[in-house]
């Protein structure tokens, strides 16, 4: 347990509904990261947060990707109208910023199936 | 970011020391090595960290030549809990980490 958790840790929708995730970081860390991962591949970084404020997106992150976190606490990752494409491990880590390493502590993901 | 290869696959036995390279001819200045670990169905977990020369921890050694431009990771008699994806990075310290498709460890009985 690194102290991240998610979620849910499985969601299974049908094509065209909103799903919601919630990550909550190490209480401490200023950073909060979510990656999607597929069957094979690595992890794919979409957005990052410092404190409250996001301030990278991947092109990945299209318009019915939105994320949150409000109070610089935990997060909250929406996909509008999915697809059989989102289906994938959406994970969260969070990081200490002040740190001298960079290391992640990642949650254990929530899998989405997209029927 | 440097890009870093890294093999697809590797197998080895209990009890052996394995040793997992990675290549990462446009390492810049800035940039550090680290390695994560990742078994199925959980979140990658962080490894071991180094800049240059050698690191070692509880978990493994991190060997980086004077260079810079390749490291090689060695997990010292591997069991088969070893068995995972492991994924070498680069980059500076404050940005994000880009994972490549790692090296999938498979370690035998």
């Known amino acids: 347990d690194t102290g991240v958790s998610q979620d849910p840790r499985h969601k299974i929708t049908k094509r065209g509904q909103n799903v919601t995730f919630r990550c909550d970081p190490i209480?401490?860390?200023?950073?909060l990261y979510w990656y999607r991962q597929t069957l094979g591949q690595g992890p794919e970084f979409l957005t990052y947060?410092?404190?409250?404020?996001?301030?990278?997106k991947s092109r990945l992150l299209s318009d019915r990707f939105s994320a949150e976190r409000p109070k610089g606490s935990f997060s909250t990752l929406e996909i509008q109208r999915t697809e059989q494409g989102d289906s994938a491990m959406y994970l969260c880590?969070?990081?200490?910023?002040?740190?001298?390493?960079?290391?992640?502590?990642f949650g254990p993901g929530t899998r989405l199936t997209v029927l | 970011l440097a890009k870093t290869t890294q093999p697809i696959s590797m197998d080895s036995y209990e009890g052996q020391e394995v040793n997992i390279t990675c290549s990462h001819n446009n390492i810049a200045t800035n940039d550090y090595i680290t390695w994560y670990q990742q078994f199925p169905s959980q979140g990658p977990r962080f490894i071991i960290q180094g800049y240059k020369t050698k690191v070692t921890n509880e978990v493994a050694s991190l060997f980086i030549p004077a260079d810079r431009k390749s490291s090689t990771l060695s997990l010292p008699r591997v069991s088969l809990s070893d068995t995972a994806v492991y994924y070498c990075?680069?980059?500076?310290?404050?940005?994000?980490?880009?994972f490549g498709k790692g090296t999938r460890l498979h370690i035998l009985p």
């Open positions: 209480s401490e860390h200023n950073r």
């Open positions: 947060f410092q404190n409250e404020a996001q301030l990278e």
């Open positions: 880590a969070s990081q200490d910023g002040t740190s001298s390493y960079n290391e992640q502590f």
């Open positions: 990075l680069v980059g500076d310290r404050n940005d994000k980490i880009i």
